[in-house]
């Protein structure tokens, strides 16, 4: 009897009801006179006392996570009113529904785990910097336009940091080489919000300075990081771009494809979703951190996290990581 117990447990742990008709279903199945948890507290009866200590517990449970599982649902469909009426705080809290992590983390997590594969280590900063480390130390000139690539936040004296860059560094100030580190964090900028732009969201930099260091270590290490993350036959591209900080530079796409209408909207139709930028550190920006130009040399890169998200996990508009909905986070249980 305890494995009949178990099974519907496991059964119900990722039952999905999505209409009033699945929902009846469900009731005729496990709740109603028929049902399965009658037919139990019918053989129940006819138990040992011995028996029935053991037994009776775990029948219980099951019998209230099942109705919990009824009347939450019940109260999805037939009430369309706000937080208070969906959730009725004052039922018994399931044991089987705890917390998971945000796709977000999930995501930020295996990347790092990827590049720490790689021998990278991890470092973080904050999010509100001075105009020095966001801009200056990055040889972004006082007047230069590229101030203006990134719409930034100020405050009387500080920036919100548009870039994980300004990580950078702050950990070339206090290392010597070499340095191998992936930073991730959260970034501002004042831009219009839309499916594919927010005005906050998430980087990982990679900083990698050592003797030696060409654009094909590079390469080698994004291709690497791709096939590891997206899976072996992943297409990339680079193209060739500018940043004040790197050169030369280049932003890498991934190959999203145009066959499901997110993809369309997220690469704008053309398939390729830009999701990196990096090149070799500018002699300039080592020589800001006092770290010698002509013994070492240095690639970064800077990766949008959110991006990436919504690509590996199909989810068509930036804006639903931030809503906190139960119905998307709940999908991400147990990974
Ligand atoms: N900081 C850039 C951005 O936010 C991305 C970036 C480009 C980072 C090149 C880098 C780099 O480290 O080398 O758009």
Redesign the pocket.
Known sequence: MIEQIQQIDEATNTVTINSEKELEAFRLEYLSQKGKLNTLFENFKALSGDQKRDIGKPLNLLKAKLENIYQQHKLLFTEKTGFHDFFDTTLPVSAEHKGSLHPLTIVENRLCEIFFSLGFDIATGPEIEDDNHNFGALNFAEDHPARDM?DTFFTAEHVLR??T?SV?VREMEKRIPPIRLVMPGRVYRNEAVSSRSNCFFH?I?GLYIDRGVTFADLKKTLYYFVQQFFGPGTQVRFRASY?P??EP?AEMDIWAGTETEDARRLTKGTGWLEVL???MVHPNVLKASNIDSKEYSAF???LGIDRIALLKYGIGDIRDLFLNDIRLLSQFRGL
């Open positions: 990134q548009t870039h860059s950078q980087q930099e940043f900080f790197t530079s930028g990096c090149g970064a890169f800077g």
